[in-house]
């Protein structure tokens, strides 16, 4: 639209207008560069924050290096859900299997044989390389360790990448003509805005309305002129449209997205896919794993029953990775681990946490600095936390895993690992001192009892010990082992067959304490109006206990079921959606919780339009983090596929930071909201001015425009756009995370927001209407008060006509530079946008000046556009030539009583929507206490509310 109004200046010889013109469209194009730029960095480096990590063995140490930085001659060490980073050559592997479809089109998982050697390796398809482990695909189960051979476009999948790029883009169709038209068709989606996330769709969509609506006022101007389209009158119809469009609404939005990209790092969120950005303010239930998220992720066994020795329990452990941290108690007594060396019973169970097992302990040594693995005062550790912390308690009797390997006599025959499906683990070791070989197994209890050869008497003894261990909030595993028969090699290949008939060992609790931060930021939550469900793979009495701790069961009995609001996953699952639609409400918690039922949860919610979010660290959960609303990964002990399946990736694994992430897209949409509005009421208010405007006539009987082109173009252009950028890095409301989620399906364009702009609007476009008509007829008016031709430039009859375009110019500036104050809040007072609440914690009850000085940039741009307003209206040649207006005196009295009349219309429609609670003025009085009772909440002990 500016080119057009710019090409048109210099076609009616009008060089002045033109030029000022084309300088502000350079600007333009400076600034959005610069803008753009700095928003695709920021975007761009928190892409390669969520990049692929993998684990190489470098300088005899494991470190978690970036995919894209692995090099030929790396050992890679790859686990289920890992992607492959680069064309390996497998050396070692148990039960290993890769998903090859991005491949070779293989829809089935390709078993692979680390130790097979082919003699014709060139002439043997990539398919049937069962040694080799290629980039980008994914390993399905199993763990693996192999040797890169290739990297980047040396890989099997760089080699069909770079053969593509060698032949050009192919786009679908083979027609010309259809490619052809593809390509202008995505050029024009690109060009219209119409690619981005939906936010910047659906807006993009709006602005293309506007441009509409733009084109519709500009006819009524040429209209209005009687068709006598002059060169004035041309442009102005032109600026007509202009002042109806919010050019800087798409910058505005990308640079505001920018910014919270970058804030949602700084709080440990990655954000993968922009929409999430836009959805995580609004969404109503969040459904998080236990381990590691609500708890610390650092297990320790604190309780360990063996029957023929009794309870063991674990004090004072203040270093979950040092053996010697804490003592030991046999059956409530102290005890001296040298006695139970000769214990045949303890040897059996220590031998099978530390066998069936995948993690490694050691005390670190100045090499380990760079070591990317959980460490602590000294110790590093590798692995699972449940396995870190059962590999911890058998070294207490210098049994761990390290030692027990230590004299060569151990073989691994076979490993069954750990599936979230089956959730029990096994593995094969055969004494070369013994004939026969031995399987010990781990998992959950009530999955291991049908395969244990006890009696029914044993099993329920065995149970009712469980149930206590974990009503004291311990995750309890069940201990197996049995002797393998060297003539069955059906024991090594079938697990069914290995994980039966097994003999019962022992029982081991772990205990992983909630995070400090864990029961703060579920009550943050339900004080926002949105629900925590606990989905965990742990016992239904553990996962009460942990429950009950953090807050998310905060009125039942610890140890009762509470109706619906706990549940067994075995239980859900059985149910139709017809009977999960008619539970009231969704279980809180569900245990022993299965991938399949994260997906029924998600799709349940869906059915009662629900947003969720859904945590996930597993192969398995993908699905569900795909299909929720937002889908959030774990970083540190997620795996890869997981990660590409999520919308965002959290870099610390802490519920707290899912918080931030929500009170960070609430901001987010707030300012939207805020920048939103302010530029729908300088459009509303212009076009008002400028179509009433069309009704004051000259001497000739010609429309004389109450703003000048330019003047149209400067308050857009400059004045409004970085109002609008100070209101899109606006602060969070204090009071934001105490109010229910907003209706994602409404979106931004709320009933309120829609009758405010309408409102301020008219409010404004009224009194600049006032401003100029006072000037034009309320002094010296009369017939020939607006002179002859003042559209085209200064003549003798012009002077009341210029002085009454420059006082509506200062008064429209003015109004617009409080409304960007007016607007910081939609129903909160200007003068009071910070209350002290009574009783409550105090919202920064500050003075206007300091409310408004919270946000720097929006408080000094506001004040330049006062400053800058003055030079506009007075300096020589600028005012009358380029704006086409005059210097003025006694009219900043007009332009005073303008501001305050506008204000005091402000003030009183916020006090009438605070009267009648209507949008955001049922808020007024929110307070912590408010939250509370909404969400049914107690007081904390000592809280003010």
């Known amino acids: 639209v500016l080119l057009i109004v710019m090409a048109l200046s ?75 980073p680069a064309d390996l050559r497998l050396i070692d592997g148990i039960n290993v299997s890769t998903d090859e479809a991005l491949l070779t089109g293989e829809s089935l998982p390709v078993n692979k044989t680390p130790h097979k050697i082919f003699e014709n390796y060139s002439d043997i398809p990539v398919g049937d390389r069962t040694n080799m482990a290629y980039s980008a695909t994914t390993m399905s189960q199993g763990r693996a360790t192999g040797i890169v051979v290739a990297t980047g476009v040396n890989t099997e999948v760089g080699q069909i990448a770079e053969m593509l790029r060698s032949r050009g883009r192919v786009t679908e169709g083979s027609n010309i003509a259809v490619r052809s038209w593809n390509r202008f068709k995505n050029g024009f989606k690109v060009v219209l805005g119409l690619e981005g996330t939906p936010l910047q769709i659906k807006l993009s969509k709006f602005a293309l309305l506007l441009f509409a609506l733009a084109i519709l006022l500009a006819v009524i101007v040429f209209s209005a002129a009687k068709w006598d389209v002059r060169g004035e009158v041309l442009i102005y119809g032109i600026c007509v449209g202009v002042a109806v469009i919010p050019e800087s609404l798409i910058a505005v939005l990308t640079i505001t997205i920018a910014v919270g990209t970058k804030a949602m790092a700084k709080g440990n969120v990655i954000v993968r896919k922009l929409s999430a950005l836009e959805a995580v303010g609004g969404v109503t239930n969040i459904c998080s794993d236990k381990t590691g998220t609500l708890t610390q992720g650092k297990m320790i066994a604190r309780k360990a029953w063996i029957p023929a020795m009794g309870t063991m329990t674990i004090h004072d452990t203040t270093n979950p990775f040092d053996p010697s941290s804490g003592f030991v108690r046999m059956n409530d007594c102290d005890i001296d681990i040298e006695e139970y060396d000769d214990s045949a019973h303890l040897d059996t169970f220590l031998k099978a946490i530390a066998l069936c097992n995948l993690s490694s302990v050691y005390k670190s040594s100045a090499d380990d600095a760079s070591v990317s693995t959980a460490s602590e005062a000294g110790w590093v550790s590798v692995g699972e936390p449940t396995e870190i912390a059962l590999q911890v308690l058998a070294m207490r009797f210098n049994s761990g895993k390290a030692t027990l390997m230590d004299g060569g006599n151990l073989e691994l025959l076979a490993e069954f690992p750990f599936d979230s499906n089956f959730k029990r683990m096994a593995v094969i070791y055969k004494d070369k001192t013994e004939t026969t070989a031995h399987a010990y197994m781990k998992g959950a209890v009530e999955v291991m009892l049908p395969a244990l050869l006890s009696s029914d008497s044993e099993k329920k003894q065995i149970s009712a010990v469980a149930e206590e261990m974990a009503g004291n909030g311990l995750r309890v595993l069940c201990v197996g082992q049995k002797l393998v028969p060297n003539d069955d090699p059906k024991q090594l290949t079938d697990r069914a067959t290995a994980e039966s008939s097994i003999g019962f060992v022992g029982l081991v609790g772990l205990y992983d304490p909630p995070r400090l931060e864990t029961a703060e930021a579920v009550r943050r939550c339900q004080m926002a109006g949105i629900t925590v469900h606990m989905l965990t793979g ?20 610890p140890n009762s079921n509470s109706g619906s609001a706990i549940m067994p996953a075995s239980e859900f699952d059985k149910l139709s959606d017809e009977e999960v639609d008619a539970i009231e409400t969704l279980p809180l918690v569900l245990a022993r919780c299965s991938p399949k039922t994260k997906v029924r949860v998600v799709q349940a919610m869906h059915r009662r339009n629900a947003f969720c979010v859904m945590t996930g660290d597993g192969v398995n959960d993908a699905p569900a983090l795909r299909i929720s609303s937002v889908g959030v990964a774990m970083g540190l002990n997620g795996s890869d596929v997981a990660k590409e399946a999520a919308d965002m990736v959290l870099t610390d694994d802490n519920f707290a930071s899912i918080v931030k992430a929500v009170e960070e897209g609430r901001r987010l949409f707030d300012n939207i909201q805020k920048f939103l509005l302010h530029l729908l009421i300088s459009n509303i208010s212009q076009v008002l001015l400028l179509l009433i405007g069309l009704a004051f006539k000259d001497a000739d009987g010609n429309s004389v425009f109450p703003l000048s082109p330019l003047e149209i173009l400067w308050v857009n252009l400059i004045t409004s756009s970085f109002l609008a950028l100070g209101l899109g890095v606006e602060e969070a409301q204090p009071d934001i995370m105490l109010r229910p989620p907003h209706d994602l399906r409404v979106g931004v364009f709320t009933p309120e927001l829609i009758a405010d702009k309408f409102i301020y609007g008219t409010f404004m476009g009224s009194l600049c209407i006032a401003a100029f008509t006072s000037v034009a007829f309320g002094v010296g008016g009369g017939d020939q008060a607006l002179g002859r031709d003042c559209n085209e430039g200064w003549n003798d009859s012009c002077g009341i006509v210029f002085r009454a375009r420059a006082t509506t110019y200062a008064t429209l500036s003015f109004l617009l530079l409080v409304t960007a104050w007016e607007v910081k809040h939609f129903s909160r007072s200007l003068f009071n946008l910070y209350p002290h609440v009574e009783g409550g914690p105090r919202f920064f009850g500050l003075s206007v000046f300091g409310a408004v000085w919270r946000n720097r940039f929006l408080f000094w741009a506001v004040v330049a556009g006062f400053v800058i307003t003055f030079p506009v209206v007075y300096i020589p040649v600028i005012n009358r030539i380029v704006f086409k207006h005059e210097a003025i005196t006694w009219e900043w009295g007009v332009v005073v009583a303008c501001l305050v009349v506008y204000l005091a219309a402000v003030e009183s429609w916020k006090a009438v929507k605070r009267r009648f609670g209507l949008g955001s003025g049922k808020y007024r009085l929110l307070t912590v206490e408010d939250a509370e009772m909404r969400a049914g909440l107690a007081p904390l002990e000592g809280e003010k509310v």
């Open 538 to 557: 742990d016992h239904i009495k553990t996962a009460t206990a942990i429950a009950h701790e953090v807050g998310i069961l905060s009125g039942a009995a």
């Open 10 to 84: 210099f076609g009616i010889d009008d060089y002045i207008e033109g030029g000022v013109i084309t300088a502000v469209i350079l600007l333009n194009i400076v600034v959005g560069f610069v803008q753009d730029y700095h928003a695709e960095k920021a975007i761009m480096s928190l892409y390669a924050l969520s990049a692929p990590v993998s684990k190489v063995m470098r300088d005899g140490a494991i470190e978690h290096a970036k995919a894209e930085t692995v090099v030929v001659g790396d050992i890679v060490h790859l686990n289920v859900g890992d992607i492959v």
